[in-house]
């Protein structure tokens, strides 16, 4: 069965961590996984994404150096470490998984049903 479930998220104060997880059905093992967001009346954008053996990753400038992209690819598990969180960081957060690591967040067509991160000033 094709899943995506994600943990994790809630609200933090600003310079606070969180970590969302991603547990992925084995379909998923090959696929490119990643993080993206969506705050309020904006589009969703990519954050982070991570290859299929977790050797290759991209981590969006408006967050690297504070968060990381992880896979633990005995469990199919995808994580997001986020630390020194910002109140813009605020957003709906998603993972997604695509054929290969699209730069493109429209090529992406499978999706979890997303997390809420809230980061208080």
């Known amino acids: 069965q094709e899943q995506l479930v994600q943990s994790g998220g809630g609200s933090v104060q600003a310079g606070g961590s969180l970590r969302l997880s991603c547990e992925a059905s084995e379909f998923y093992s090959t696929y490119c996984l990643g993080w993206f967001r969506q705050a309020p009346g904006k589009e969703r954008e990519e954050v982070a994404t991570?290859?299929?053996?977790?050797?290759?990753?991209y981590t969006d400038s408006s967050v690297k150096g504070r968060w990381t992209i992880s896979k633990d690819n005995t469990k199919n598990t995808l994580f997001l470490q986020m630390n020194s969180l910002k109140p813009e960081d605020t957003a709906m957060y998603y993972c997604?998984?695509?054929?290969?690591?699209?730069?493109?967040?429209?090529?992406?067509?499978?999706w979890g049903q997303g997390t809420q991160v809230t980061v208080s000033s």
């Open positions: 991570i290859d299929s053996d977790g050797s290759i990753t």
């Open positions: 997604a998984a695509g054929g290969v690591c699209y730069r493109d967040v429209n090529m992406y067509t499978h």
